[in-house]
C-alpha cells in the first residue's frame, strides 16, 4: 500500500513583542490510512504562543494566504483581547489510539498486540470506559511507577522494541536465533537479579496505595507450620495467608471457600478447606498447602484430596474412589458428602456428577469391590418413607416395598439400587432434551472397557460397553 503524505507548514508571528507560532497540517494522498482509517492524519491547527510556549489545539481551518507569504503585514480582525480558560488532562487513551502507540513504538506485533492489551485488562491494570477507554487502575500505577524508579527500562519502549528488532532479523535470516536468545536471557537475568535486590522501592510504593496482606482478609483455616490461622484475601484472585509465616497459598477462583470439618491434611497438617459452586456444582476438598506444592512427584498443581494418591487420608482418592468415569477416559467417580444428606458421585476430571435419591441417609464407602464391574462397595442407609408407593422416589427411586432400609454392595449392578441414582452434569443435565438419560440400569461389567458402540453393560454380565447405548450415562 502506498505512503500517507502530508504536508505540515510552520509560521511565526510577532505581535509587539511576543512571538507565537501556528502549525498547520494538509494530507496531500491518503495513502494507505484509505484503509487503516484510525492513522488517518487530519487537517489541524496548533497555535503556541506567550512566553511560556503554551499549545493549543485550533478548529480544523486552512490557513490564509497572507500567513504563508513570509515578511507579509497584515491587519487583525478584530481588536485583540484576552481569554482566560483553565488546562484539563488529555483523555485517556482508546484501544486503537493505543495499538497506534505500540506499532509508533515498535512493541508488538498485529498478533500479540491484541493479546497484550486482553492481559493488562485481565490483571486488573487497567479499566475500560464506555468509548473503549482505557482507565489506568491504581495498580497499574503503582506498577510503572515501580518499575519506573528501579529500572526505567522495564516500563520505557527501547528494550521491547530492540528485542522485536531482533526478532525481525530472525525471521528475515540476518540474526542466529539462539544468539538471539541466549543475548535476550542474559539481559533479563541480569535485569531480574538487580530488580529483587532493589524490590524495597517497590514495597515502599504499595505500602502507600495498599494494604499488606497480613492486614487483609479474614481468619478462616489453621496453618500447618505455626498453627495459627490463615486469612482468606478475598480480593481477586482468591487465596490464603499466613501473616506470621508470610507465605500465600492458591485457591480455587469462581466459588465459595470454607472450613471442612477441621480436618487436618496427614502430610502437613494443614487444616482442610472445602470449595464449592452450590448443591447443582461441583465441590472440592483440598489442603491449602498440597494444593498449591504438590506433594507426590507427577502430581499436577491445584489439584484437590479427589486427586490425591495418599492411603490414610480419610478424603483422598485411594479412599473414596469408586468408579471409572464413562464421561472422560482419565476421570474416577469419588464419593462427595460435602453436602450431606445429599449424597453424590463426582467425577475428578470432568463435570459428570451421580446424584443419590434423598432417601438415601447416609452413605459410605468399603474397601470391597464387585466381582463383576470392580467398582468399590457403598453401604447406604435408606429412609424407606421418602419413596413413593407407585415404584418411584422423588429422585426415580423403587418402591417402598421393595427397597431395603440398609444395602452393602455394588450399587451399580444392583437393579434396585440403581433406581436411587441419577446422572447429571455440574449445574445441568448430560443430555436435558432426554430425560431417560439421567436414570441408571442395573448391569454388571467384565474387568476392562467394551468397544465404543455402547455404555457399560445394561444386563448383567454384559461387561463394559463404552459410552452410548441403554447403560449409565
Known amino acids: 500500500m502506498p505512503d500517507c503524505k502530508y504536508e505540515t507548514t510552520t509560521v511565526v508571528l510577532s ?24 492513522q488517518a492524519i487530519g487537517s489541524s491547527v496548533g497555535v503556541e504562543g506567550g512566553q511560556d510556549g503554551e499549545e493549543c489545539d485550533g478548529p480544523e481551518v486552512t490557513l490564509p494566504l497572507a500567513l504563508t507569504t513570509l515578511g507579509s503585514n497584515f491587519a487583525l480582525g478584530e481588536k485583540p483581547r484576552l481569554v482566560e480558560g ?15 502507540a505500540m506499532e509508533k513504538h515498535g512493541i508488538g506485533t498485529d498478533a500479540s498486540i491484541p493479546v497484550h492489551i486482553e492481559n493488562i485488562v485481565e490483571r486488573a491494570y487497567v479499566e475500560i470506559l464506555p468509548g473503549r477507554r482505557l ?6 500505577v503503582v506498577l510503572v511507577h515501580g518499575y519506573h524508579s528501579i529500572d526505567s527500562e522495564l516500563v520505557l519502549p527501547h528494550m521491547r522494541r530492540a528485542v522485536e528488532e531482533q ?13 538471539v536468545l541466549q543475548f535476550v536471557l542474559a539481559i533479563f537475568a541480569t535485569k531480574y537479579r538487580y530488580f529483587v535486590q532493589h524490590i524495597a522501592a517497590m514495597d515502599q510504593l504499595f505500602e502507600v496505595s495498599f494494604s499488606s496482606l497480613s492486614d487483609c482478609g479474614r481468619p478462616l483455616t489453621r496453618c500447618g507450620k505455626c498453627r495459627r490461622y490463615l486469612k482468606l484475601v478475598e480480593s481477586q484472585p482468591l487465596r490464603l495467608h499466613c501473616p506470621f509465616c508470610a507465605d500465600t497459598y492458591s485457591v480455587p477462583q469462581n466459588g465459595s471457600i470454607r472450613p471442612y470439618k477441621e480436618t487436618k491434611c496427614p502430610l502437613d ?13 461441583k465441590s472440592m476438598v483440598f489442603c491449602p498447602y498440597c494444593y498449591t506444592n504438590p506433594p507426590f512427584p507427577g502430581q499436577w498443581r491445584n ?8 492411603p490414610s487420608c ?36 470432568c463435570p459428570a456428577m451421580i446424584l443419590f435419591s434423598d432417601a438415601v441417609k447416609s452413605a459410605a464407602v468399603r474397601k470391597a469391590t464387585c466381582e463383576q464391574c470392580t467398582a468399590r462397595h457403598l453401604t447406604l442407609h435408606i429412609d424407606t418413607s421418602k419413596l413413593k408407593s407407585t415404584g418411584g422416589s422423588g429422585d426415580g427411586g423403587g418402591g417402598e416395598s421393595e427397597m431395603p432400609p440398609k444395602f452393602t454392595g455394588c450399587i451399580f449392578c444392583s437393579e434396585t439400587m440403581c433406581k436411587l441414582l441419577s446422572a447429571r452434569k455440574a449445574a445441568g443435565n448430560f443430555n436435558a432434551s432426554s430425560p431417560s438419560n439421567n436414570s441408571f440400569n442395573a448391569r454388571g461389567r467384565e474387568r476392562g472397557r467394551g468397544g465404543s458402540g455402547g455404555t457399560r453393560g445394561g444386563s448383567r454380565g454384559g461387561g463394559r460397553g463404552g459410552r452410548g447405548g441403554g447403560g449409565r450415562r
Open 269 to 281: 497438617d494443614f487444616e482442610l478447606v472445602l470449595w464449592t459452586q452450590g448443591a447443582k456444582g
Open 86 to 100: 483553565q488546562t484539563g488532562p488529555p483523555n485517556y487513551l482508546s484501544e486503537a489510539e493505543l495499538i497506534t
Open 15 to 38: 505581535i509587539g513583542d511576543e512571538k507565537f507560532t501556528t502549525r498547520a497540517s494538509s494530507v496531500i494522498d491518503p495513502g494507505y490510512t484509505r484503509i487503516f482509517t484510525w
Open 303 to 310: 489439584a484437590g484430596c479427589a486427586n490425591c494418591p495418599h
Open 167 to 179: 526478532l525481525n532479523q530472525i525471521a528475515t535470516g540476518q540474526a542466529d536465533f539462539r544468539a
Open 314 to 349: 480419610n478424603f483422598s482418592l485411594a479412599v473414596n474412589g469408586v468408579d471409572a468415569c464413562t464421561e472422560c477416559p482419565r476421570g474416577t467417580l469419588v464419593f462427595d458428602d460435602a453436602h450431606a444428606p445429599k449424597f453424590r458421585l463426582c467425577c475428578n476430571h
Open 135 to 140: 482507565k489506568p487502575t491504581a495498580l497499574g
